[in-house]
């Protein structure tokens, strides 16, 4: 009897708790009771998140940012992954001036240009680091080919419950750079490779969730001082594990659920009075890899492309070619999905009309170095609330969450045979879009990236404002909802 009470009562609880349980009180005094629609909760739903694939490939890595471009500031692109044996996690930050310590055993390494690595190996994370809490930094060196990362230029630290404490942990360390230190450089590479053993641990099983922060350090100048740090998550404290995102391993699923009554909502700029705010950031297709040095460094970074019709999306591993990365946001109101329904399904569409480099067969072996390469493009949630007429590189939203990669061929318009709208691509974005809509958001809002590695990878695709003839070719998110 007693445990049938403490059901009873702990269903009481979970219904009355329950944003989606109601009753009503009918005219003819008759109570209705509705279903209750039980949902996971999950508590970490709304932290930064980064979901790191499982692969040794560069190319196909999870990727985030920080930052920003300017003559004394950064902007880092970090990408992420696991293998067997190591979580991988890259750090390319776009720098004019590099700096590093000839002697680094008499200063701080997070002082000159440098990254640290903020790990918590359970998903339940302190205030102050505790023992599953591990600090990898690792200053900058420029090395000879061959040359090994010496000792002196990284540090390992281990949480005591309180603070930090210098802790010998195997890990190793990668550099590169791009630039002339008697001019303007381009940028630098570090990339950290942490063994699970090093940590006394296994392979995370899929799924797994651990706690991550990243911080780019910087120093513009051998006197100094140093220079502004950028972290991700942007309120991430170095020594307060709590607020740091969580590291899941491997890419979520979503679980469509049955529903009756299935419905489709088409929502396209132009559809049913929709607008669908979108913009392309950085060296999109009308600022697509400028030279000039002023420009690069002062300007790139602030200027906004709401007006153009196509956008660019493009990286690569060559730091050096920065100003040929190109971002794009775009948004999508949910006015028209009515409450107290379940998403079945979610496709982000975008129309793929060009890109750079040559069309060639078989183009990912293809030995040409001028062939276009497939892309692994990502699509991210970010806050809403951003402006098209005002977003730049500089004040664009952070990353939240990677929620869905895509793998696209090059494909051209102008080959025979092509016609418009241009190639269709589609990303499930079922998990995102379920997630924005339990937790009663009015919008949802992307921004759309790559993780690529080779020069001729980039794509272009049509925006919002592409003419009325090419209605079809413009970003739409597509939707199935039901009871």
Not at 33 to 38: C, D, E, K, R
Not at 158 to 182: H, P
Not at 369 to 378: D, K, L, T, V, W
């Amino acid at each position: 009897m007693k445990k049938l009470l403490t059901i009873f009562w702990l269903g009481l609880l979970i219904f009355s708790l329950s944003p989606r349980a109601a009753f009503s009180q009918q005219p003819d005094g008759e109570t209705l009771y509705l279903p209750v629609i039980f949902r996971n909760y999950d508590p970490y739903s709304a932290f930064y998140m980064v979901n790191a694939p499982f692969t040794t490939r560069f190319v196909e890595s999870a990727v985030v940012w920080m930052g920003r471009v300017g003559e004394a500031d950064n902007s880092t692109d970090v990408r992420v992954r696991y293998t067997d044996t190591e979580l991988v996690v890259d750090f390319a930050a776009f720098d004019r001036r590099i700096w590093y310590n000839t002697n680094p055993s008499s200063g701080a390494l997070e002082d000159w240009d440098a990254a640290t690595l903020l790990l918590n190996t359970s998903v339940g994370a302190p205030d102050r680091p505790g023992s599953q809490s591990y600090r990898f930094v690792a200053q900058f060196k420029g090395l000879g080919n061959g040359e090994p990362f010496p000792a002196a230029y990284k540090a390992a630290y281990r949480g005591t419950g309180s603070g930090w404490q210098s802790q010998s942990v195997n890990f190793t360390v990668e550099t590169g750079w791009r630039g002339d230190n008697n001019g303007d450089d381009r940028g630098w590479r570090i990339t950290f490779r942490i063994p699970y053993a090093s940590l006394g641990l296994s392979k995370p099983a899929e799924g797994s969730r651990w706690r991550l922060a990243l911080i780019s350090h910087d120093r513009d100048s051998q006197a100094g001082p140093p220079g502004t740090s950028f972290l991700w998550p942007p309120a991430a404290q170095r020594d307060e594990p709590s607020t740091w995102a969580v590291l899941r391993f491997g890419m979520p699923v979503y679980a469509p659920p049955q529903v009756r009554n299935l419905t489709s909502l088409l929502i396209r700029e132009g559809e049913n009075g929709a607008v669908v705010p979108d913009a392309a950031v950085g060296g999109t297709i009308s600022n697509q890899c400028p030279g000039d040095s002023y420009h690069i460094w002062n300007v790139w970074g602030n200027r906004n492309y709401a007006n153009e019709n196509s956008a660019l999306i493009q990286n690569q591993a060559d730091v050096a070619d920065w100003p040929c990365f190109s971002r794009y946001y775009l948004a999508f109101q949910l006015d028209r999905l009515p409450p107290g329904k379940v998403i079945r399904s979610a496709r982000l569409v975008l129309h793929h009309w060009g890109g750079s480099g040559k069309i060639c067969s078989n183009p990912d072996q293809n030995p040409d170095p001028e062939c276009a390469r497939s892309s692994f493009i990502h699509v991210l949630s970010v806050p809403p609330g951003w402006q098209e007429n005002t977003i730049t590189w500089n004040n664009a939203p952070l990353p939240l969450e990677n929620v869905a990669v895509l793998q696209v061929a090059p494909y051209n318009i102008s080959q025979p045979g092509q016609s418009w709208p241009g190639m269709r691509r589609e990303w499930d974005v079922s998990y995102a879009l379920s997630k924005a809509y339990d937790q009663g958001a009015g919008w949802i809002s992307f921004a759309v990236y790559s993780s690529d590695s080779a020069y001729h990878s980039g794509k272009y695709f049509s925006a919002s404002e592409t003419e009325e003839w090419n209605k079809v070719g413009r970003p739409t998110l597509i939707i199935e909802y039901g009871d």
